[in-house]
């Protein structure tokens, strides 16, 4: 069983659709970060909450940790297929990463 | 941030032979790590490279087996020993430059025939 859950494994959508990947745990962390890597590179960090219920926005991707400071959700709207990669949460303080949600968008 | 750098980006390996990782920042950090990312997989760390002292290894990897180097605040090296196919992955390193926060080198991927 992993620290961190993530769901789902695998997402294939179309071009403007939305969608929303979640990281799990029973474990409370003092923050949470959300990394995305491409092929061939390693990952990249899109954003760290630190605060429960805090809620993040990069452009068309919304971020929110849970009240708990036990899960966080990663919310797309209308995908693009540059927002094709492996969506990757991270325990900063465990370096425990989820098993990753691996997106594809078609366009 | 940190720019990292490793070395190779990728190789060939056969099997029973050693690949040496480099991996170079281009400023100090005290923290610095080794993940392993099976094919299609997430990250599992493989060990904490410390300066001055012996790295500190996760359970189910050994120095036998990934010995590390780190001589310095900006380097380090990981070797995968004695390769086997089930060695074929991807071989990252980080760092950590403020609290709970990492930056990655590009990958070394590596495979073993």
């Known amino acids: 069983t992993q620290l961190l859950e993530q769901s789902p494994q695998f997402l294939s959508i179309q071009e403007g659709e939305n969608l929303t990947v979640y990281c799990n745990s029973s474990?409370?962390?003092?923050?949470l970060q959300w990394y995305r890597q491409e092929p061939g590179e390693g990952p990249v960090l899109l954003v760290t909450?630190?605060?429960?219920?805090e809620v993040k926005k990069l452009k068309r991707l919304t971020f929110q940790f849970g009240d708990a400071r036990k899960d966080s959700s990663l919310h797309i709207t209308a995908a693009q297929p540059g927002d094709t990669g492996l969506y990757l949460c991270?325990?900063?303080?465990?370096?425990?990463f989820g098993g990753g949600t691996r997106l594809m968008v078609k366009p | 941030s940190a720019v990292i750098s490793q070395k190779p980006s990728r190789d060939i390996c056969q099997r029973g032979t050693s690949l040496t990782i480099q991996c170079q920042v281009d400023?100090?950090?005290?923290?610095m790590f080794w993940y392993r990312q099976q094919p299609g997989q997430s990250l599992t760390l493989i060990a904490t490279?410390?300066?001055?002292?012996?790295?500190?290894?996760e359970s189910g990897f050994v120095i036998d087996k990934f010995p590390i180097s780190r001589p310095n605040l900006t380097f380090s090296t990981l070797t995968v020993s004695n390769m086997s196919p089930e060695d074929s992955s991807i071989y990252l390193c980080?760092?950590?430059?403020?609290?709970?926060?990492?930056?990655f080198g590009p990958g070394t991927r590596l495979t073993v025939l």
């Open positions: 980080s760092v950590e430059t403020s609290a709970d926060t990492q930056y």
């Open positions: 474990s409370v962390f003092s923050s």
């Open positions: 909450v630190v605060t429960g219920g």
């Open positions: 991270n325990a900063g303080n465990m370096l425990t």
């Open positions: 400023s100090q950090v005290t923290m």
């Open positions: 490279a410390n300066q001055g002292s012996e790295a500190t290894y």
